[in-house]
C-alpha cells in the first residue's frame, strides 16, 4: 500500500492501488498538484530499505570466528587477532550473531533507505 500526504478519496484510491496515472491526473484537483511529482515518483522510484543488508554484512565481517576474536579460543577462553578457528568458535559466534541481528532489526529497527 503506498502512502500518501494527503487523506481524500483519490489520494485513497491512489493508495490502494485502484487507480492508473491518468485518472490521477484527471480527479486531482488544485491543491494536490503540488504532491503530483511527489507521488508520480513513488511509483517508478520506491524505496528500498538497505539497513537488514548492512547490519548483517558488518556483524558478519566483525563476528568471524578469529578475525578480531574467538570465543572460545584455542588455548584460552577468548583470543584476540589470531587467525584461527574451531568448531565451537564458530557455534558461538553463530549464536552471538544470531542475537545481534534479532536485537538490531527486530527490537531496534534499523532502516537505510535509498531509491532503486
Not at 34 to 55: E, T, Y
Not at 86 to 105: E, P
Request: some cysteine.
Amino acid at each position: 500500500m503506498r502512502e500518501t500526504i494527503c487523506k481524500c478519496e483519490c489520494c485513497k484510491d491512489f493508495s490502494r492501488g485502484q487507480m492508473s496515472i491518468n485518472i490521477i491526473a484527471l480527479k486531482y484537483r488544485a491543491h494536490h498538484f503540488s504532491q503530483l511529482p511527489l507521488i508520480i515518483s513513488s511509483l517508478f522510484f520506491d524505496m528500498a530499505d538497505w539497513g537488514p543488508v548492512i547490519v548483517a554484512v558488518v556483524l558478519f565481517v566483525l563476528l568471524t570466528p578469529g578475525l578480531l576474536f574467538q570465543i572460545p579460543g584455542n588455548n584460552r577462553a577468548v583470543e584476540f587477532g589470531n587467525m584461527q578457528t574451531s568448531g565451537a568458535s564458530i557455534v558461538v559466534h553463530a549464536i552471538v550473531f544470531s542475537g545481534l541481528i534479532t536485537i538490531f532489526l527486530v527490537a531496534i529497527g534499523v532502516h537505510i533507505y535509498a531509491a532503486k
